[in-house]
């Protein structure tokens, strides 16, 4: 395929219908877009799709799977050699930014996954942690990075299927970490790519019910999953340490972060897939040792 012919997009949109006004933009944003050649489905997380236009499928999951299960089920519904990953309250504001997240792609065969610049449409100012750096620096410095913010990711088909798919047992947080270490694991880099943009409205994550628990679950999922053995105790214990300070004045969260760790050790993570120390050594040359 050469640089002249419209790229095919498989675009999966997640959704469990509670936000019908932002689903619309998003998907309207989608069907914007110039130069490629998409194939969209609209994946209903325990809900039925309705009001959809005509060039989008519909698939209703019977039951709320979790975000990474949801995902998951939309891909063999689409067509095309990349995939777009889009959450209900995400969009894009420019027209041609999956023609040149491709174009980045085919430029730079050892990127296998992107994310971009997240904004809110507000004008309202960007919370650092959409920056998946440790040294967040300029939002819209581009560079390598570890995780994904994973409400807008584009990657190659080739290398999503490689990857094994979204975390399915996670349900919520830290997929996307998983995810950047297992295209790492392939040779490819993870890439955060400042001059794209993606929409989305600055929402605290605690509104999750079940935030702090599940983030410190996956946290020692993410370790017993993908990290050599000698390598899950350090992992898991230093965010151990990180938590311990962060929360020393917020008890609750403390406590419920606590039960989390504790249920990541006890219960089953599903399939353990572990990077090689070669994919160590190159993620630590990178900036960026899986330790913490």
């Not at 599940?214 to 053995?229: D, E, F, G, K, S």
Request: glycine fraction near 8%.
């Amino acid at each position: 395929m050469t640089d002249t012919v419209p790229p095919r997009v498989g675009v999966v949109v997640l959704t469990q219908g509670t936000r019908p006004d932002d689903l619309a933009r998003g998907i309207r944003s989608v069907l914007a877009q110039q130069d490629v050649v998409l194939d969209v489905v609209c994946v209903g997380n325990g809900w039925v799709p309705t009001g959809l236009p005509d060039a989008v499928r519909a698939l209703a999951l019977p039951e709320n799977l979790g975000i990474p299960a949801g995902r998951n089920r939309g891909v063999p519904l689409v067509a095309g050699d990349y995939l777009f990953f889009l959450d209900d309250d995400a969009s894009i504001p420019d027209p041609r930014f999956l023609s040149r997240a491709v174009a980045l792609l085919r430029a730079d065969p050892s990127i296998g996954l992107l994310q971009p610049r997240v904004t809110d449409p507000t004008g309202a100012a960007a919370p650092t942690r959409w920056i998946p750096r440790i040294r967040k620096g300029a939002a819209t410095e581009s560079g390598a990075v570890f995780s994904v913010w994973e409400g807008a990711v584009v990657l190659p088909r080739a290398v999503f299927t490689a990857t094994g798919g979204w975390a399915e047992p996670f349900f919520y947080a830290h997929e996307g970490i998983e995810l950047a270490w297992r295209v790492w694991d392939q040779g490819l880099r993870t890439w955060y790519a400042g001059d794209l943009e993606a929409n989305h409205p600055v929402i605290q994550p605690t509104r999750h019910a079940d935030y702090y628990r599940l983030n410190a679950r996956n946290r020692v999922w993410l370790a017993r999953r993908n990290l050599p053995a000698v390598l899950v105790p350090a992992y898991a214990g230093s965010w151990l340490a990180i938590q311990l300070v962060r929360f020393r004045s917020d008890r609750p969260a403390l406590r419920a972060w606590l039960a989390g760790f504790r249920e990541g050790w006890r219960t089953d993570p599903g399939e353990r897939r572990p990077i090689s120390a070669r994919t160590v050594w190159r993620m630590s040359r990178a900036g960026r040792p899986p330790v913490v």
